[in-house]
């Protein structure tokens, strides 16, 4: 036998199996172990009294948050609060058209594979206000890394613009390496997934860029928004 007891056969009845399932689970539970992530910067959606969702910031199944640092610190990037705001609206409001406004940076959400942070999305359907917060196992309570509002607008209309009258009407230029050779000397390390910023122009109060998306994006590039 494979673990060596002794080899007498055993008889087996002659009668069929009862087969009956004996797994004591409420729903929530059920949804918690087998639901599908609501989106990946949601997570699960959670039982509380307002739209709460939570899931995991693993740098490892975040791989893309590695090219986003400071002082050599993997950080939780603006834009993903952002996308968090419009992954609620696409959820909560669907076939409406939402923007995200005032969108505030509380604290830094830093991450790192030896202490992986909790996110908690929590919404107030009353106000439109949404906010992020995190908490690591050690942590005694949740910090608030960002808030933000929800507003709907009307759908846009397509009208075009003169990108050459708009650029000659700003004073600044930067191009590529200037642009981030200024954010690396005061700490920032983007690396090549957040490196698309091709050139920027600008004067007091308003600004102008250009940004080239990866090839991966260029056949569904009518499906992202910045």
Not at 10 to 33: D, K
Not at 93 to 121: C, H, I, R, W
């Amino acid at each position: 036998s494979l673990n060596q007891a002794s080899p007498h056969g055993v008889i087996l009845p002659t009668y069929a199996w009862q087969r009956e399932l004996f797994w004591l689970e409420s729903e929530e539970g059920h949804y918690l172990r087998c639901a599908d992530l609501e989106h990946p910067l949601l997570g699960l959606k959670q039982t509380a009294p307002h739209p709460t969702w939570r899931f995991e910031l693993d740098p490892r199944y975040f791989t893309w948050l590695d090219d986003h640092r400071f002082w050599d610190s993997v950080v939780f990037p603006a834009s993903g609060y952002g996308e968090i705001g419009l992954a609620i609206a696409r959820k909560m409001f669907p076939n409406e058209n939402y923007v995200v406004e005032d969108l505030e940076m509380k604290k830094a959400l830093f991450v790192s594979e030896n202490k992986v942070p909790t996110v908690e999305v929590v919404f107030d359907p009353d106000t439109r206000v949404f906010q992020v917060f995190s908490k690591t196992k050690e942590a005694l309570e949740w910090e608030l890394n960002s808030e933000g509002v929800l507003r709907k607008q009307p759908w846009p209309e397509e009208r075009k613009a003169d990108f050459e009258a708009i650029k000659a009407q700003l004073s600044e230029h930067f191009d590529h390496e200037s642009y981030y050779d200024d954010y690396a000397e005061a700490g920032y390390q983007f690396r090549p997934l957040f490196q698309h910023l091709q050139n920027v122009w600008r004067k007091e109060g308003e600004s102008f860029a250009e940004i080239v998306a990866p090839e991966e994006l260029h056949e569904t590039i009518e499906d992202h928004f910045f």
